[in-house]
């Protein structure tokens, strides 16, 4: 890190003999995992730059931005309008943790087989060691799943700082007029909480802004279909975590940049891994940052991850918002008809998911379909069957957690998928 941080996570209150720990490990799993890499391009020096300074510099940034008003609103869930965040001068970050942190700590306050992604984000914050949890000045989270609904509850209870929005399980024309007045509550909480009004130009600046930085994601992602492929999968999964986190404007032109390479090594026939290198597609639960380990375990059995159907992935840019409204209340209807399309597996029926797996694994060129679920992550686990019985093509469905126990069980059924393709 470009300084000692020190002061400002004691004035956040985090264990800093504990947080000191958890830096030591994750830069040492980011030196194994991705710095080992080969041939990757000059434009991840930015991504890598960001990882190294995620719990220095971009916490500086959100403090500075503090001072000077704004605020800092926390999310778990990309049903979550960034737009509104954004047209009342906040930060919107993402508040779901990757890895095996604190299960002791939150296992005091949620059952044993809860999710790992629930029981990170409260073991991080049960352990002291989140400092953007300790920046937000409000929470918001969704009724999707069973696990959050009932874990922010508690988190409430913890942090006194949560705001739950109401998400239909179904689309129906009563559950889209449901979504529309909870999208404008959302606005009204927002602009009560800040002081500031959204107007037409704040809101149509924020959709343009959002729009950009999912072109920007999508742009990346098509050039994933290319063979030789032009960057690894690790790399792109960590652009798409990262999205979560960096100033919007920055990310989009620095994801651009990245993009203008990878052209550039397209047209030169250059890739990272050789052409002909087996394609596959990720599919199912989010990857909340650190979690590389699947990615990792694909890439180092000779196969490139070209895709992610997943909420850290397509599922978090795949739609934009129509941003041709000339009034507040229909930005609103846009945004709220934009966010209605995705395919969470909490939707019930989600008839679109299977759809989008086909049409990702066409366009990718995938020759086979990992089915990734987190253990005890109910939603994704049922569809994996659903969608396991009509997948016409290769399709491997595991479920697993954030620990690496079970690392060289996957990487054994990995390979052993692998040479089914071959
Ligand atoms: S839109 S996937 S971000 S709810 S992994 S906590 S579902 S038990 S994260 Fe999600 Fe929004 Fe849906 Fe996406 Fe529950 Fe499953 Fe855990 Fe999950």
Redesign the pocket.
Known sequence: MAKDYTPLWQSLGLDLHKHEGLLTVLSEAYQNIYLSQKNRPEGMKYFDFVISEVHGLRIEELYDGKQQGKKVIGT????VPEELVLAVDGVYVGL?AGADVGSEEAERFIPRNT?A??KAFMGFKLSGLCPYVEMTDLIVG?T??D??KKAYEIFDEITKKMYVMEIPNMKNASDKELWEKEVIKFKEKLEAFTGKEITLENLKKAAITVNQKRKALQRLAALRGHDPVPISGLDALLVNQISFYDDPIRFTQKVNELCDELEERVRKGEGVFPKGTPRILISG??FAIPNWKLHAIVESSGAVVVGEES?VGA?NFRELTDESFSSVQKGIENIAARYLT?D???FTPNRERPEHIMEMKEALKAQGVIHYS?Q?????MMEAFKIEKQANFPFLRIETDYSMEDFGQLKTRVEAFLETLR
């Open positions: 778990f869930c990309v049903y779901c999710c992604l629930i969704e999707t799943c696990g959050k639960s989010p909420c599922r995705i969470c597996a909490c987190l005890f992550c109910t939603p994704y």
